[in-house]
């Protein structure tokens, strides 16, 4: 019999809390869909993270439905026991299980959905529920709520009005709680001794591929479920490529690494980028780019604190990133016409950071009702700005040619600052030197 390995409370609490948010409605999560299995190869499953986040179930094919104050309150529909299904894809808790060791007040059997879910909608005045992510739950939805409207007949609510659940549960996933942040410590930790590991074990002729084992074993040696998205270990050229992710190259004396890579920890992801020499010694050229993309990192982590706006600090990334292209001479003439016309996008095509949560790009509005939301004690986020300059792009100085450079933080914000949770990660040339290839 398998135990579920979090403390039940954790979840009993974050479906208290978000209650409380939603009295006279109810609020109905479904299960991540199950990946595609390709000629019946199974890849890992990981549960949709709202659903983990109020439940801690693991399991495929289940709805929660939570109606604050009302009894039975939390209620899941999970799959049957199936012995025969047991044998070869695992144990399943069941309806049973789910109420025994989740805590759930009452669980059904999935199959029992569309039957059981108009009673239990029909004394609720509205529903949180996000539509688009699964298209036959939505087509279920919308039958179930056309029953409850006909079963209330001419003194009901009529359709009951259907709220975004992402939105909702994504303010309170934004300010991380205490127990939270103790994970996602960890799981910065986590990646943060793996991106060291990888830096000792680079040197000129290992694979990318082998760099990526290197972290993976840390990862999971540390105790990490997984990676927090797929690594990309890119040396070269391949780093001025966003989204590089064949990580099939070798890697060679000359060139720089970038390795954007995070471990899992718990359900909350780390998102580390570092970018150092494959010999363990910067050129003269690289450590200039560097040193650029280094400044503005700083400038805006000392920035950050509550009050200020995230929009400020994508301004504030392109401006400097703009002012250092100026003066590597990638670009000429006016800053303010040159970020007017986007031309900075050429070197720096991307935003200076993100939510970080339990998922690697965080749940949360950015902006409340067209206006940036200023920043707030517990709110964490990556800062990353970078620039990549093409080895083909003819009109920047042939010196700077194939040079991408990322450098990426995962921070929290403080009641008057922020606290760097990947600090244990060199990032300054000479500490880098000091423990490239030195395994
Ligand atoms: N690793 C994904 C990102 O940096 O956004
Ligand atoms: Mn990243
Ligand atoms: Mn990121």
Redesign the pocket.
């Known amino acids: 019999m398998r135990k579920p390995t979090f403390d039940m409370s954790i979840f009993a609490e974050r479906r208290k809390k978000v209650g409380q948010e939603i009295t006279g409605g109810a609020l109905v999560v479904s299960a991540h869909p199950e990946h595609i299995r390709n000629h019946d190869v199974h890849h890992p499953y990981r549960q949709d993270s709202n659903l983990f986040y109020l439940t801690g179930w693991e399991e495929p094919e289940s709805i929660l439905i939570l109606r604050p104050g009302m009894n039975p309150e939390s209620v899941m529909f999970v799959r049957r026991r199936d012995p025969e299904r047991e044998t070869w894809d695992g144990f399943r808790y069941g309806p049973e299980g789910c109420e025994r060791e989740f805590k759930i007040d009452k669980a059904y059997p999935i199959d029992e959905f569309t039957k059981v879910a108009p009673q239990l909608l029909k004394e609720v005045d509205r529903v949180y529920y996000r539509l688009y992510k699964n298209k036959e739950l939505d087509e279920q939805m919308a039958g179930i709520l056309q029953t409850v409207k006909q079963m209330s007949g001419r003194t009901g609510y009529g359709l009951l009005s259907i709220h975004d659940a992402d939105t909702l549960l994504g303010e309170q996933r934004l300010i991380k709680s205490e127990y939270e942040l103790t994970q996602m410590r960890e799981a910065c930790e986590i990646s943060a001794q793996g991106h060291l590991a990888a830096m000792r074990f680079t040197r000129p002729g290992v694979t990318e591929r082998q760099v990526q084992g290197v972290l993976a074993h840390h990862f999971y040696m540390k105790g990490s479920a997984r990676e927090g998205?797929h690594p990309i270990v890119a040396s070269g050229n391949a780093a001025t490529t966003l989204h590089y992710n064949f990580n099939d190259q070798v890697c060679k004396d000359g060139d720089l690494l970038l390795i954007?890579a995070g471990a899992e920890y718990n359900y909350y992801t780390g998102?580390i980028?570092r970018t150092f020499p494959v010999s363990g010694k910067f050129t003269d050229e690289q450590a200039r780019v560097y040193e650029a993309v280094l400044k503005v990192q700083k400038a805006i982590l000392d920035y950050v604190k509550p009050g200020i706006v995230f929009k400020d600090l994508h301004d504030m990334g392109t401006s400097l990133l703009t002012d250092a292209m100026l003066d590597l001479g990638l670009l000429s003439g006016r800053k303010d016409d040159l970020i007017q016309a986007l031309a900075q996008k050429k070197y720096y095509p991307h935003g200076i950071g993100?939510w970080l949560g339990m998922d690697?790009?965080d749940a949360g509005l950015y902006y409340k009702k067209n206006e940036p939301r200023p920043l707030e004690a517990n709110m964490c986020f990556?800062v990353?700005p970078g620039l990549y300059i093409p080895a083909d792009d003819s009109s920047a100085p042939a010196k700077y040619r194939g040079i991408g450079i990322r450098i990426?933080d995962n921070i929290r914000v403080t009641s008057s600052g922020c606290e760097n949770m990947t600090s244990s990660v060199p990032k300054e040339i000479a500490d880098l030197e000091k423990v490239v290839g030195k395994a």
Do not use: F, G, P
């Open positions: 998205y954007d998102d980028t993100h690697v790009h990556t990353e990426e």
